[in-house]
């Protein structure tokens, strides 16, 4: 029996995974995390202040003060029966890795010890030849090492065997330069504090740090394991390179905010428990739009660690998942035909003084504040379009964007009718000619229209990439596999950028004797002007807003290879070190890299339709192109007239052309990937990997697979169909 058919069998026979009542969330949160309250119990008072320090102003911890903090996060470990330690980071293939050593270890004599000392905390050497990174290595030093960053706190990882004491590091080259994505994000959060925190101290003296917030929500499907395993290209590629769509699709809707299915209900409550214990604030759950597909978001947090906790959950559902013979689909595109899964980041910027920076205020004077903060990101989104567009590259995405289910590839912002109005009405107020009228315009009462507002949200343009959503912006673009640091980097890299460039400008007017708030009016005013075209309200799924988009001069690039062109521009280099997030070979380096995982994607991919058109489809096809051969020969010769057999003759004859275009197309696109194979220059590689090879032959071979899925016997069909992955549970 095939893969397929045992799976279908196993379906129904498969023993439930028994979750059990989920335990009181407030009982278990943070109870495998190292979080202060812990480092107080387990530290000594110097140790502890030592660490505080380092987590609160970045200050470097020393040796003996390293050995103490180790031995108290080692006690605390043993304590819940953990035996090894790893160093956890995100390096830039996308997922996260670990290399782990034991606690125990031999003295000079002999006798076996437990011990973590304060190096073995602080740095580590990961056999990291496998890491990509862009040829830094290779021209520098041959070695990477992993740092900690106190930042992050350490947290134990119980799932599968035995328990992880886990690290979090960032990950760098012997010379210096950034291998991961955490080191630029952290730069990149830095460089925002302060610039922020000098724009917040035109209003507010008080304030002395900014940190930007990040709210993600986490779209995926769910499939039953045995149904994934019946799949080489779900198992290699994360996504069904063939499949006809089923007869029952999403036009129903039926599926969002309707009832959980009981086996993911089991799992999303699994999983979620071992999140509460990792301190990640989970806090909706919810059906997707599509069959299967599902999503879930936590209450924000500091962007770092957001971003470390997006980066362990997506573990988590994996691990969990097989616990319960699920597999979790992350990809951005699994199912053609299907809404994919995106990975909204929700982000905004909060003060020490508690104050949310893209909140409208309750005063003239706060308002103006909020104005400054709003402006200043859309202006930053004009002026940076690109290098946000390439900030969420990838195959994965490619197939998302622009397909009329999420954000486009031209990136534009959404604010809603009201703030519109108020800029608009700022942009004609606010005259070259500072006089009396100005002060007014800095009552505008923005609070008084927090109803309407609010109106404004509920009826938000979900087509928007990067829309205002009352208190936040939500960066819609980014992809569902993708690592939030990415985006996130870039985000807060151009506003700092922009911030400090307004600093400049402000201060300008202000030596010409302009009053501060008249000098920051004008300047709004200015960057309202210079940004106004960023600015859309419509449907970002049209067409017409394509031509209108082109019209105003906003770039539309559809795909990965050209997008991160925008990473390596004069612009984005001088933007990323004069904010000294990375340096221009680091900017280089990443380029490559996004450059070969574009290539190494697209081309695992044509493999496996290569593979799967030769070993499973075309040998199905064939059995049943000869019964058909056979069912009419013998018709034939026993006298019955054609009119007897020309269904089954048009059958054959339309099965037949089938098998020979999509074998036709396979070895065509085999002989396309040898010549791009042969193309040196990645660039250059991997933009005919993406003409040459995936607009050439993928569609093409794919809609002759899909036409045979449909005419071929059901028995003799290998893969797992549709229907079956979305619907059978
Ligand atoms: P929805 O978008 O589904 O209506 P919410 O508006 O409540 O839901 O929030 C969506 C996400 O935005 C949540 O993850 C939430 O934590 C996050 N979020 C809310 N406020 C902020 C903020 N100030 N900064 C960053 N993220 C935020
Ligand atoms: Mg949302």
């Not at 502890?48 to 006690?75: F, H, P, T, V």
């Not at 830039?92 to 125990?104: I, M, N, V, Y």
């Not at 019946?230 to 036009?251: E, I, N």
């Amino acid at each position: 029996m095939s893969l397929r058919f045992n799976a279908i069998q196993n379906l129904s026979s498969g023993p439930e995974v028994i979750v059990g009542s989920s335990p009181a969330i407030t009982g278990i949160f943070g109870e495998n995390v190292f979080t202060s309250k812990t480092a107080r119990k387990y530290l000594s008072d110097e140790a502890y202040k030592s660490l505080m320090a380092s987590i609160k102003a970045g200050q470097k911890i020393d040796r003996s003060m390293a050995n103490q903090i180790s031995n108290g996060i080692r006690a605390w470990a043993e304590s819940k029966g953990v035996t090894h330690f790893t160093h956890w980071f995100q390096p830039l293939t996308g997922s996260t890795a670990e290399k782990h050593d034991s606690f125990f270890t031999l003295k000079s004599d002999g006798t076996p010890i437990e011990q973590f000392e304060g190096d073995a905390l602080i740095q580590q050497e990961p056999d990291a030849s496998s890491f990509p990174s862009g040829g830094l290595r290779a021209t520098f030093e041959a070695r990477g090492y992993t740092a900690w960053d106190p930042s992050s706190p350490a947290f134990i990882m119980d799932i599968g065997e035995g328990k992880t004491l886990c690290i979090p590091t960032i990950f760098v080259s012997f010379t210096g330069e950034s291998l991961d994505y955490k080191a630029p994000l952290l730069k990149a959060l830095e460089a925002l504090n302060k610039s922020a925190v000098e724009v917040c101290n035109y209003f507010d003296r008080n304030v002395t740090r900014v940190t930007a917030t990040l709210g993600w929500e986490q779209e995926y499907f769910v499939i039953d394991e045995g149904l994934f395993n019946a799949r080489p290209d779900l198992v290699l590629s994360g996504r069904t390179v063939y499949g006809h769509g089923p007869a029952k699709g999403q036009q129903l809707e039926d599926h969002y905010f309707g009832s959980i299915p009981e086996r993911v209900y089991a799992f999303m409550r699994d999983y979620e428990t071992e999140s509460y214990k990792l301190g990640i604030p989970l806090r909706t759950r919810h059906n997707e739009v599509a069959p299967a597909q599902f999503e879930c978001a936590p209450i924000f947090e500091e962007v770092s660690v957001g971003v470390d906790h997006n980066s362990l959950l997506m573990d988590i559902m994996d691990r969990v998942a097989r616990r319960h013979k699920l597999r979790v689909l992350l990809h951005e595109k699994p199912f053609a035909g299907i809404n994919g899964s995106g990975k909204h980041n929700n982000w905004s910027m909060a003060t020490d003084t508690g104050v949310n920076l893209l909140a409208p205020g309750k005063t003239p004077k706060t308002n103006l504040m909020f104005l400054t903060f709003f402006v200043n990101t859309i202006k930053a989104v004009h002026d940076y379009a690109d290098v946000l567009r390439a900030s969420i590259a990838s195959a994965q995405n490619d197939h998302r964007l622009g397909a009329n289910e999420a954000p486009p590839a031209i990136i534009s912002v959404f604010i809603g009718e009201y703030l519109t109005k108020v800029l608009k009405e700022i942009k004609e107020r606010v005259k070259d000619k500072m006089d009396e009228t100005d002060e007014s315009m800095l009552k505008i009462d923005i609070h008084k229209s927090i109803p309407e507002l609010l109106l404004d949200n509920t009826d938000r343009n979900r087509t928007s990439p990067f829309a205002f959503t009352g208190n936040k912006f939500e960066f819609r673009a980014v992809g569902s596999s993708a690592n939030c640091a990415n985006a996130m980097t870039v985000l807060n890299t151009i506003m700092a950028d922009t911030l400090k460039q307004f600093i400049k400008d402000v201060n300008a007017l202000i030596e010409k004797g302009e009053k501060k708030e008249i000098a920051i009016m004008h300047v709004i005013r200015e960057y309202i002007v210079a940004s106004e075209k960023i600015l859309f309200e419509g449907n970002n799924y049209s067409e017409e807003w394509e031509k209108e988009a082109e019209k105003r001069g906003l770039p539309n690039v559809k795909t990965t290879p050209l997008a991160l062109d925008a990473m390596v521009t004069e612009k984005a280099k001088k933007l990323f070190e004069s904010n000294k997030v990375v340096t221009h070979s680091e900017l280089e380096a990443r380029h490559e890299i996004e450059l070969e995982k574009y290539i190494k994607k697209v081309q695992i991919e044509s493999r496996i339709m290569g593979e799967l058109a030769t070993s499973h489809i075309l040998p199905a096809a064939i059995r049943y192109q000869n019964l058909l051969a056979n069912n009419i020969k013998g018709l034939k010769e026993a006298g019955i007239s054609e009119s007897g057999y020309s269904n089954q003759k048009q059958i054959l004859e339309k099965i037949s052309e089938h098998i020979t275009k999509a074998s036709e197309g396979v070895e065509k696109m085999i002989e396309a990937r040898k010549i791009c194979n042969n193309i040196n220059a990645t660039r250059t590689k991997a933009i005919a990997y993406q003409s040459q090879v995936k607009d050439a032959f993928f569609d093409e071979i794919r809609y002759h697979v899909d036409k045979l899925e449909l005419l071929v016997d059901d028995r003799e069909w290998y893969l797992p169909k549709y229907r079956e992955m979305l619907f059978l549970r």
